[in-house]
C-alpha cells in the first residue's frame, strides 16, 4: 500500500507540474483563437501523464529500454491528441467565424440568417438567439416605418386641414373689415365655428402629444360602467338628433371599473362621434358593456357598411381616415389614436372588427380590484 501511495504521489506531482505550466499557458494565450486554446489543453493532458510517468519511472528506476518505451507510446498520444484538438480547434473557429459573418449582416440592417453549416450546441443555441432577435428587430423596423408613415400623413393632413378653415377665416375677416358682408352675424357665426374647429384639432394633437410622451396622467377613481356610458351617450345624444341617428344603450352591465372618468369619457365620446358620423341617417349605433373573464368590454357599434379588410390593422393608427374624404367633419385622424392611448395607458385594449352593415369597436378594460357592494339592477340607456 506504501509502495501505491508513493506512485500516487509522484505521479499527481509530476501532473500538478505540468497543470500549472497549462494554467500559465491558457493564461498568456487567453485572447488567441480557440484553436490554440484547444492545442494547449490537449498539450496539457498529454505532458501531465507524461510527467507523472516519468516521475514514476524514474523513482521506480526503470532501465533506458524501458523508460524509452513509455516516453514513445506517451509522445504518440500527444501527436494524436495535439492532431485531434487542431482539427476540432479549427472546426469550432470556422463555425464561429460563419457565424460572426452571419451577426454582422444582420448588425448592418439586413435579416439574420443561421448559417447552413451545423455548428456546436452552444453556437446552434446563439445562432436560434440571433434569429429570434433579428425577428423581433424586423418587427420594430416594420413598425418605425408605419409611424414614420402616418406622421408623415398627418404633417400633411393636418397642414391641409388648418390651410382650408384658415383660408375661409381671412376671406371672411376682410369681407367684414371692407364692409363687403351683407350678414354680418352669419359670418361672425361662421367665423366661431371654424375657430372652434381648429381648437378640437389642436387640442387632440396636444393630447396625442402626451401620450407619446408618456406624460399622460391618470388619476383613477372607482365608477360604474352604467354611469360612464350613461354620460357619453348624453353627450353624442344632440349630436346624433342632428344626423338622424338612433343611440341606443339596452345591454349595460353596471360593472365597477376603476378608470380616470375624464379621460374615459373622452374615449367613449371619439367612439360614438366617429359612428355617428359615419352611420347613414336613420341608422343605430348600439353600445354595449359586458363583464368577461375579470374584465368589462364597452362597444361601440355602427351602420358605416365595414372596413376594408387590410386596413383594419391600421385603423389606430395616428392620421389614418380610410377612404373618407379628408374634408370636414373628417378631422384630423386622430381621434382612433388617442382611444387607443388612452385605453392602453389603463392597462386596457382597444380592437375593432367587421360585423354586419358596419363595423364594432371594442375597448376591454380591467375590473375594479378592490371589493365592493354590488350595483343595483338600472334599466336600459336609450337616446
Known sequence: MSDLLLIALFAFLGAAAAGLLGALVLRLFRHRSLVVSLTVVAAV???AMLAGTLAVAWAMFLSPHDLAVVTTVVAMAAVVSLGTATLLGRWVAARSRDLALAARSFGDGGTFAAPEERATAELASLARELA??????????????ALETSRRE???WISHDLRT???GLR????ALEDGMAEDSGRYLRQIRTEVERMNDMVGDLFELSRIHAGSLTLTPARISVYDLVGDALAGADPLAREHGVRLVGDRIDPVPVEV????????LGNLLINAIRRTPADGTVAVAAQRADGAVVLSVTDGCGGIPEEDLPRVFDTGWRGSHARTPPAGAGLGLAIVRGIVEAHEGRAEVRNV?????FEVTL???RRPGRPEPERPPVNR
Open 45 to 47: 493532458a498529454v505532458t
Open 165 to 167: 378653415p384658415l383660408a
Open 171 to 174: 376671406a371672411m375677416s376682410e
Open 356 to 360: 354586419r352593415g358596419g363595423c364594432c
Open 366 to 368: 380591467p375590473v375594479a
Open 260 to 267: 380616470d372618468s375624464k379621460e374615459m369619457s373622452r374615449v
Open 154 to 156: 398627418l404633417v400633411a
Open 132 to 145: 429570434a432577435t433579428s425577428a423581433k428587430l424586423d418587427s420594430s423596423r416594420e413598425r418605425e416605418r
